[in-house]
């Protein structure tokens, strides 16, 4: 096994006895750090102290992940110029942030009859936002809403539709 002692230097590749022996002089412990390695790594550290810097690192990698939540936008078939812009923008802040946003067209009354015109909404709402969301699930009418769900673009399909969109103009 390769061997890196506590300075962080390397000792070379020894045998596990010889390993353990030069361990115990430090008074520190042997720990196999890449046991897929060929030879497999292992260091001479304290194990309480890399046990500490391990749960440390896992908790501030846990702490940088963002858990995506379902946020709705509702809106009516004849939902007037301006508050379906501020509808939109509110959807696309939930997006950039990395939520999901479930779009529903509530529909009342006799309404219902032209679903129709709240279909051209919900398309000009992914319109609006194919630059930085793709539909996971397409528009369905369930009950009296018609709902669709719009998922986030990677960053990096987010940052080629945005230059590709710069180019075009």
Do not use: W
Request: aromatic share 4%.
């Amino acid at each position: 096994m390769r061997v890196i002692n506590s300075q962080g230097e390397q000792v070379g590749v020894i045998s596990v006895e010889e390993a353990l022996g030069l361990a115990n002089d430090e008074g520190l412990d042997l720990v196999e750090i890449a046991p897929q390695a060929s030879p497999p790594v292992c260091k001479i550290i304290d194990y309480g102290k890399f046990r500490y810097q391990q749960t440390k690192k896992d908790k501030e990698n846990k702490k940088s992940q963002h858990q995506a939540k379902l946020k709705e936008v509702k809106m009516k078939p004849n939902i007037d110029e301006h508050d379906f812009q501020v509808k939109l923008k509110r959807a696309r802040d939930f997006i950039i942030k990395g939520d999901k946003v479930k779009v529903s067209c509530v529909f009342r009354g006799r309404e219902i009859m032209h679903s129709d015109i709240g279909r051209k909404v919900m398309n000009r709402f992914c319109e609006g936002l194919e630059d930085i969301a793709n539909v996971e699930s397409h528009a369905r009418l369930l009950g009296r809403s018609l709902s669709l769900v719009l998922a986030p673009l990677g960053k990096k399909k987010q940052q080629e539709k945005i230059s590709a969109k710069n180019e075009n103009a």
